[in-house]
Nanobody, 123 residues
């Protein structure tokens, strides 16, 4: 059982930056593919970014390319999401998740989830 804990969310003005962190309890963290998803009120859970166990390759939703960067530090059992040039449309609860599936863009294939962290971007 992998426990994931997100942190780093908060309130930021449009154009600002935040870095989310997700720390895993499991020492086998380095064997998992990791993903970030987000869910706004009344909307579906959407793929944001994902990263393979070694750190490459990485994958992004089209609207996040060039603004968000996913990375990981396996020694710290932590995956990060650096979010730059934030827009009000990025407001959502952000979740990290772990999987060993080859399909990283669908939330259905992820086995473990964090509790989520709220990101609010004001205009």
């Amino acid at each position: 059982q992998v426990q994931l804990v997100e942190s780093g969310g908060g309130l930021v003005q449009a154009g600002g930056s935040l870095r989310l962190s997700c720390t895993a309890s499991e020492r086998t963290f380095s064997s998992y593919d990791m993903g970030w998803f987000r869910q706004a009120p009344g909307k579906e859970r959407d793929f944001v970014a994902a990263i393979r166990p070694s750190g490459t390759p990485t994958y992004y939703a089209d609207s996040m390319k060039g603004r968000f960067t996913i990375s990981r530090d396996n020694a710290k059992n932590t995956v990060y999401l650096q979010m730059d040039t934030l827009e009000p449309e990025d407001t959502a609860v952000y979740y990290c998740a772990a999987t060993r599936s080859s399909d990283l863009r669908s939330w259905m294939w992820y086995d473990y989830w964090g509790q989520g962290t709220q990101v609010t971007v004001s205009s």
